[in-house]
């Protein structure tokens, strides 16, 4: 494993898609808690912006997340809520300063 690796999601949901999106989201949670690697991760819903959801995550690596990221129910959440984003998922690993 490469170390732990800090991942924060930002998705936007078209405005009226707001509960299609918080649904396919919350599907993804138990899933992904499950994985080999995943050390936590979390969902949010902006109280500033309705609609948009960040998750927190923290990872034993960067395979772990690429594993995450091509996993099928990640692949059945934007499926599920593709047409209802704003726009693309942003996905922001990050390092510590």
Not at 46 to 75: I, K, P
Request: glycine share 8%; charged share 15%.
């Amino acid at each position: 494993m490469s170390g732990e690796l800090k991942v924060v999601a930002v998705i936007t949901a078209k405005p009226g898609s707001e509960q299609v999106v918080r649904d396919a989201l919350n599907a993804l949670v138990a899933p992904t808690r499950d994985e080999a690697g995943c050390q936590s991760y979390d969902l949010y819903e902006s109280v500033a912006a309705a609609g948009t959801f960040v998750t927190l995550e923290s990872w034993s690596g960067q395979e772990d997340l690429d594993a995450h990221l091509q996993s099928a129910h990640v692949g059945q959440a934007f499926a599920a809520a593709g047409e209802h984003l704003q726009s693309a998922p942003g996905i922001h690993p990050l390092h510590a300063l």
